[in-house]
């Protein structure tokens, strides 16, 4: 940049709600500090260089927020001085295109994007009067991102280097019904441990995103090398050479194999045929055995490893009544066919779990477009314990 914010700033990433554990180990592995954390983010410190490391690596983070400035302001009037006094000219120039994002609780703003308008006025106003013109606004994530947290008189003002969030990794061409964000997934297959050593097995697959997600951390693959766009690339000064260069990093890190197998299965023929799509553009469709049939029938191969599900949970899709079948079922196909596996169940309806009749050894907890979730864990040993009734 033309002038960095500061050689280190403070860094907030975002992710949903139950994965701040998982992105804490992820932002210690990059050799970053973890300063504090919050209900659904983390907070560490570091350069442009390392928000851009951020972005390339991270699994389970949504946002890469890099801090510029905390401001005082009572109201609209306040928000636009004090963003026209931030030196906008040294970030953004007038051939960008601009998008302000906020989590806005003032008592004088009645809709938040009333907060969005009035600092995206300060910001372009600011910058035609600096360079002659101003740039382009709107909605799209494309370009840069301004994101303002604004709770009582306290402002702080960030670039969003991400853009679009993370969990837009560019793979999913075919999303079908009730898919697991991306993120999401990568907390999930991090909480089981899956790291290519033993089994992945994957039945009710949908439209692939754990299978998908597994294979892309069994071989390392950092998720922002499937990613052309990000909101750093469009800031003043970005530092395309040594962008490349993470890139290639990245790329030399790729393992050409690992050791399990990797097995998704679906009922649906257009299940299937997404998550082979979808696993294609990925780059990682020749690493997983797809094929279509009841999940009772999935091949398990010998050995160890993981076996998990995530059923429909009666939300969104499916019968309660039909479910809570299946939910039986599933308990019985652990019993039968997975011994020697670490089973889960990933579900948002705990009632429903209950009938899988097994005992679960940890139950975690996870928020899936804002329904509480639980990622149930069984140890599916000879002869697991059956429990009587209604239990997990
Ligand atoms: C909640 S979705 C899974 C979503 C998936 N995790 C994703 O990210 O796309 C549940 C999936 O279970 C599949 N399913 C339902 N009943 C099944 C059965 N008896 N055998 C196998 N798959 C089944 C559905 O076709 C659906 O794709």
């Excluded at 983010?41 to 490391?53: I, L, P």
């Excluded at 302000?100 to 372009?124: E, G, H, M, Q, Y």
Aim: glycine share 8%; charged share 25%; net charge positive.
């Amino acid at each position: 940049m033309t002038r960095s914010p500061s050689p280190k700033s403070r860094i907030v990433i975002t992710c949903a709600k139950g994965v701040p554990p998982f992105l804490k180990e992820e932002i210690s592995s990059l050799g970053l500090p973890v300063r504090s954390e919050s209900i659904a983010g983390v907070e560490t410190e570091g350069t442009m260089e390392d928000a851009m490391r951020l972005n390339l690596f991270l699994r389970t983070g949504q946002r890469v927020l890099l801090f510029l400035r905390q401001l005082e302001a009572k109201n609209a009037d306040e928000l636009y001085a004090g963003i026209s006094r931030m030196e906008w000219e040294n970030y953004v120039s007038p051939e960008e295109y601009l998008c302000v994002t906020s989590a806005v609780d003032n008592p004088t703003i009645r809709d938040f994007r009333f907060a969005n308008l009035k600092c995206k006025d300060a910001i372009v106003d600011r910058i035609k009067k600096k360079v002659g013109r101003r740039p382009d606004s709107g909605s799209k994530r494309t370009g840069v991102v301004v994101d303002l947290y604004w709770k009582g008189n306290l402002c702080l003002v960030y670039l969003d280097t991400s853009g679009e969030p993370l969990y837009r990794r560019g793979y999913r061409k075919i999303p079908l019904h009730a898919p697991m964000q991306e993120t999401l997934a990568a907390a999930v297959i991090q909480a089981t441990g899956w790291k290519g050593q033993g089994n992945f097995v994957n039945p009710m697959c949908g439209s692939g995103t754990l299978a998908v997600e597994a294979a892309l951390a069994a071989l390392d693959i950092a998720p922002g090398l499937l990613r052309k766009n990000f909101g750093f690339m469009h800031l003043k000064g970005f530092n395309r050479s040594s962008w490349n260069k993470m890139r290639q990093e990245a790329r030399a890190r790729i393992k050409k194999s690992f050791q399990g197998k990797l097995v998704a299965t679906d009922i649906d023929p257009k299940a299937i045929q997404a998550s082979r799509q979808n696993a294609k553009a990925a780059g990682v469709d020749h690493l997983i055995g797809f094929s279509l049939r009841d999940y009772a029938e999935t091949p398990v191969p010998e050995g160890h490893g993981v076996v998990i599900l995530n059923p429909e949970y009666g939300e969104r899709m499916g019968k309660v009544e039909k479910l809570k079948m299946i939910y039986k079922g599933i308990g019985d196909f652990f019993k039968k066919k997975c011994q020697g596996y670490t089973g889960y169940i990933f579900t948002g309806n705990l009632d429903l779990a209950k009938k899988v009749g097994l005992k679960a050894r940890r139950r975690l907890p996870f928020f899936s477009s804002n329904i509480e979730c639980r990622l149930l864990e069984y140890d599916l040993y000879e002869g697991s314990r059956r429990i009587s009734g209604d239990e997990t």
